[in-house]
T-cell receptor, first 115, second 114 residues
Framework: GAGVSQSPSNKVTEKGKDVELRCDPI?????LYWYRQSLGQGLEFLIY????????KSGLPSDRFSAERTGGSVSTLTIQRTQQEDSAVYLC?????????????FGNGTRLTVT | AQSVTQLDSQVPVFEEAPVELRCNYS??????LFWYVQYPNQGLQLLLK??????LVKGINGFEAEFNKSQTSFHLRKPSVHISDTAEYFC????????????FGSGTRLLVRP
């Protein structure tokens, strides 16, 4: 079966432009996370969706970042007015339920480069 | 809020030597602990997890980890490493109060040399 799909795999954008990153989860997975992976920074939590509950947005670094999950399936992470420090790999991960009873399945990520 | 500390950013070790990757966590309630591994040019995958019960948990590829509540640690060990174990290892924690969201540490790069 298909895994977690992220698109685009690479994105180069100019400073100040908006970008949208997409995540297609594994069918039936209710949990969806966005993480940011930077060199030396590990995996930085951004946002967490679980079923129909309100998302946990506590990791979003600024109001330029937002995410939505339509119909409990596809998710889009939007970064407005991109800055050079936004350059990183953005990872999406999904799971069947809560993290303790279902391992997360990770996508291959979107590598964002802001010039 | 929960947090995870991995003090070693990189651990070099010779093949067939033992290795320990350190992980300490912070949480005010009972926790669930995980180790994920990212091999070069691959996505992250679950190595092992501690939910409850025996404090020594075994995972794939001969790795094991021990949950120590008094020291708030969950160190990862392998008695004899292989070249193929070269990868980035991430410790992670979740708890009930945070709706089980998974928080990762900064990662430890294990570099196995021949």
């Amino acid at each position: 079966g298909a895994g977690v799909s992220q698109s685009p795999s690479n994105k180069v954008t100019e400073k100040g432009k908006d970008v949208e990153l997409r995540c297609d989860p594994i069918s039936g997975h209710t949990a969806l996370y966005w993480y940011r992976q930077s060199l030396g920074q590990g995996l930085e939590f951004l946002i967490y969706f679980q079923g129909n509950s309100a998302p946990d947005k506590s990791g979003l670094p600024s109001d330029r970042f937002s995410a939505e999950r339509t119909g409990g399936s596809v998710s889009t992470l939007t970064i407005q007015r991109t800055q050079q420090e936004d350059s990183a790999v953005y990872l999406c991960a999904t799971g069947l339920g809560s993290s303790y009873n279902s391992p997360l399945h990770f996508g291959n990520g979107t590598r964002l480069t802001v010039t | 809020a929960q947090s995870v500390t991995q003090l070693d950013s990189q651990v070099p070790v010779f093949e067939e030597a033992p290795v320990e990757l350190r992980c300490n966590y912070s949480s005010s309630v009972s926790v669930y602990l995980f180790w994920y591994v990212q091999y070069p040019n691959q996505g992250l995958q679950l190595l092992l997890k501690y939910l409850s019960g025996s404090t020594l948990v075994k995972g794939i590829n001969g790795f094991e980890a021990e949950f120590n509540k008094s020291q708030t640690s969950f160190h990862l060990r392998k008695p004899s490493v292989h070249i193929s174990d070269t990868a980035e290892y991430f410790c992670a924690v979740s708890d009930r109060d945070s709706s089980y969201k998974l928080i990762f540490g900064s990662g430890t790069r294990l570099l196995v040399r021949p």
